[in-house]
Each structure stands twice: as structure tokens, then as C-alpha cells.
């Protein structure tokens, strides 16, 4: 349901019906992790942002931190959700009038075995995962087909571009999110709307503190060239990038930004092994500007 609280909703309309002279940017599961960046991002280049999560205390509290109440909207809302969905993107014109890009960022994982994950679990991460950005896709799609403008980026997952234990139910929903991706940037392109994808490796968040295993861990930093974990402010810039018209001929595409996981097969532990030279990279750089 979408909270009545003023902070989390947008019960107040300020300038209801009139269109925001700024760009506005709606980021799913935008109350932490990837999509606090993006959102943030979104913010320090001259848009106003919508946070839309599940989680209404970790988003008031972002709310709050960002101390933006002009330019900045949480909304408390599921995405798997059609009413909830239809919903956020009334609240949205309401109160701009507009919405020029959108993040399908909002996802949920579990790891488990094949012969052991439950109809219950795939369908709830299919459910957030992949119906979340089919119903959002849709319902901010169709203000940006009006405004004959916008951009669409779904945050996929290496998990989507190669199989791997434990993942039947998230990496299916990412494979997924991929071809959702080339389904909505094929008609959604008539109207001058562009939809691409992001498929992030390991990313440093509370998801991954969740599911990365000290072993799985270690293979991914055994197994990615730079030898590290990405940062969200990494995903973030490479989504505002497809957001932006810098990108204004990418459309339909799919990114790996992975650190060189999709790139290499076998030989990358033996080699480092061998070569005492080579050192894992270490932090990332400094992406606050
Ligand atoms: N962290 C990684 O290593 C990694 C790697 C590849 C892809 N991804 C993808 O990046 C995205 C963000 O991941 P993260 O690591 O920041 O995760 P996270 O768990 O830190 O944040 C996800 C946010 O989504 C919200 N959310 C969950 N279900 C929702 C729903 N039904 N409706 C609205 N909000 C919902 C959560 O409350 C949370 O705030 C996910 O799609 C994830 O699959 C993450």
C-alpha cells in the first residue's frame, strides 16, 4: 500500500498539473544500495528524482539524509504491484507533471539450489524482478510516449548473461529483463523513447552482503580480471550515462559493467599464480565527480 506519511507519498501535490521546468528521474528500490546512487546521480546532474521501495522506514530515513524536499519524492510502493505501480505514476504527474527517465533497479535474490528452490521463492523474485519492470516499464512508459521523450534502463546482473549455482530463480528473472529490454526498446523506440540495460558483476551492497558467501566471494575476485568488487557509483554513472544524450543512438542494448567477468574464461587464477606481479587492482576510483 502507498503510505499516506507526507514524506513517503505525495499527498501534498505542490503544483499539481503543472510540468516541472526540471527533468524528473524515477528509480526503483531507489532507498539504498544501486539505486540511492542512481538516485543520487540523477540528482548532483540537474534532475529531480522519485524513489519508489518497499522498505518505508530505509526510505523515509533517505528522504530525509538527502534533505532535498523540493527535488527529491519517496514513494512507498511494491512494484510487483499493478495498483501500487499505476498508482506511483499518477502521483508522479501530480505533482511534475513529467517523468524522463526511468530505473528499473528494484530486485531481489535467493540463492539456492535448483531441486530445492520453492514455486514460492521464483515466484516472488520473478515477481519483483521481472513483472516490477514490465508494470513500470509500462506505466512510466506510456507518460514517455506523450512526451514523445525519455529513457528506460533496467539494472540486469552478469547472473543474466551466464548460468550459475544457486540462481535458477534470479539469474532466469535477469536473462529475462534482458529480452524485456530489447522487447520495449523495439516499440518504444517510435516514440523516441530508449531502453537499454545494465548488467552489474559484484556489487558492494546489502544484497550482496546477503548472498555472496565468503566462497563466492573469493571466486569473484578469483575470477574478475580487476581483481574487485564494483562500487554503486559505478553502476550509477554508466546508468546515467544511457540516461543522458550523450546515449541518444543507444537503444535495445545490454552492458556488462563487471570489471571483465563476462570477458574471461578459465586460466585467470593459474595465470596470477604464476606471475607475482599481478595484484588484485584495489579500490575503485575516486566517482564522486
Ligand atoms: N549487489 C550486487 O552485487 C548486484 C549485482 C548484479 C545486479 N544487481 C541488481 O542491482 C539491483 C539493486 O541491487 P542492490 O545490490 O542495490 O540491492 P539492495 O537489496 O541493497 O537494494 C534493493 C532495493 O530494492 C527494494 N525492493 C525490493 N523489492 C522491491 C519491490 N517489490 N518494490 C520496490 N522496491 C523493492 C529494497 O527494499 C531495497 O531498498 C537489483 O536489481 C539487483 O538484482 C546487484
Not at 538527502?66 to 499518477?90: F, I, N, T
Request: aromatic letters at 6%; a negative charge.
Amino acid at each position: 500500500m502507498l503510505q499516506a506519511d507526507p514524506h513517503l507519498s505525495c499527498t501534498m501535490m505542490v503544483g499539481m498539473n503543472t510540468k516541472s521546468p526540471t527533468p524528473v528521474a524515477v528509480v526503483t528500490g531507489g532507498a539504498r544500495g544501486i539505486g540511492l546512487a542512481v538516485g543520487q546521480w540523477f540528482l548532483e546532474h540537474g534532475h529531480r528524482i522519485v524513489l519508489i521501495d518497499t522498505d518505508a522506514d530505509t526510505l523515509r530515513q533517505t528522504v530525509d539524509h538527502l534533505a532535498r524536499s523540493d527535488d527529491v519524492m519517496g514513494l512507498h510502493a511494491d512494484v510487483s504491484k499493478p495498483e501500487q505501480v499505476e498508482s506511483a505514476a499518477q502521483q508522479v504527474m501530480a505533482r511534475w507533471g513529467r517523468a524522463d527517465a526511468l530505473v528499473n533497479n528494484a530486485g531481489v535474490a535467493v540463492f539456492k539450489p535448483v531441486l530445492e528452490t520453492t514455486f514460492e521463492e521464483w515466484r516472488y523474485v520473478l515477481g519483483t524482478n521481472l513483472d516490477g519492470a514490465f508494470l513500470c516499464s509500462q506505466a512510466f512508459g506510456r507518460i514517455m510516449a506523450k512526451q514523445k521523450s525519455g529513457a528506460i534502463v533496467n539494472i540486469a546482473s552478469i547472473s543474466g548473461l551466464r548460468a550459475s549455482t544457486l540462481r535458477v530463480a534470479y539469474g532466469t528473472s535477469k536473462a529475462a529483463i534482458i529480452h524485456l529490454t530489447k522487447q520495449y526498446a523495439a516499440e518504444l523506440g517510435n516514440y523516441g523513447v530508449r531502453v537499454n540495460a545494465v548488467c552489474p558483476g559484484p556489487v558492494e551492497t546489502e544484497m550482496a552482503k546477503l548472498v555472496h558467501s565468503v566462497a563466492i566471494r573469493s571466486d569473484y575476485i578469483d575470477t574478475i580480471p580487476l581483481g574487485r568488487y564494483g562500487s554503486p557509483q559505478e553502476m550509477a554513472q554508466t546508468v546515467g550515462f544511457l540516461c543522458s544524450s550523450q546515449a541518444s543512438y543507444i537503444n535495445g542494448q545490454f552492458l556488462a559493467v563487471d570489471g571483465g567477468f563476462d570477458a574471461s574464461g578459465v586460466g585467470l587464477p593459474t595465470l596470477r599464480r604464476n606471475d607475482p606481479e599481478i595484484r588484485h587492482v584495489g579500490q575503485p576510483p575516486d566517482s564522486s565527480h
